[in-house]
């Protein structure tokens, strides 16, 4: 088996109640060959200091003001040296201690990974899974009905990386995935759960915004008119959810 490097990407702006359990969540891996590196926005409420407690464990910490999520991103991604990279943000954490050591036994030089993912809330009491399902094969048209994949939970080769767009506010991440599958030979999905996803992020509290970015992209990505066509499906598709289970998770 590989053990490929893995630079693993926290943002975080004054969120002292949920960092903890994010930076914990990479310190209990059992594999051992990750690059933590975190991204703060000059926290001001203690998150920094909350930080500080595993400080020598932590690879690189840049704490200064930033222009939003996807800036703060990027600079963690410029100074990533990892093979792979993860963005598991504040509040987001791995699934179990050894979901590194089972993404990366799960196949060799993959240039993405991917899995599934669970909801957790304030409490970190399981909900349980996403709306979307990861798709059992992906690609870069995979997303063209949604997002099936979270963020958290996909692993891209950092030779394929590319900075976020930012003229995206809330959903740059989509078209980050989507250009980094365009470039992918080797997709793997692992089968199994791979982090846990805190509801209640940006997206969500701005939810209007969010999804007209996300219509752009994927008009940008997919065509004008087959967007429209698939947007008439995933609309067909959130009314049925919301006919059987009375209420919508992302």
Known sequence: MLTPKISIITIVYNNVRDIEYTIRSVMKQTYANIEYIIVDGFSTDGTLDVIEKYREEIAILISEKDNGIYDAMNKGLNVATGDYVLFLNSGDELYEDMTLEKVFS?????????????LVDEERNI???RRHKAPKRFN????????????QAIYVKRSIAEPYDLQYKLSADIDWVIRAAKKADKIVNVNQYV?????GGMSQQRHKQS???????FKKHYGTLPNLINHGVIAGKFLLHRLKNGKTRD
């Open 195 to 199: 982090a846990k996803y805190l509801v």
């Open 106 to 118: 799960s196949a060799d030089n993959a240039d993405i990974y991917y899995g599934e993912t669970k």
């Open 140 to 151: 870069w048209k995979s997303f063209r009905y949604g997002m099936s994949i979270c963020h």
């Open 211 to 217: 999804l007209q970015e996300r219509f752009q992209i």
């Open 127 to 129: 909900l349980g899974d």
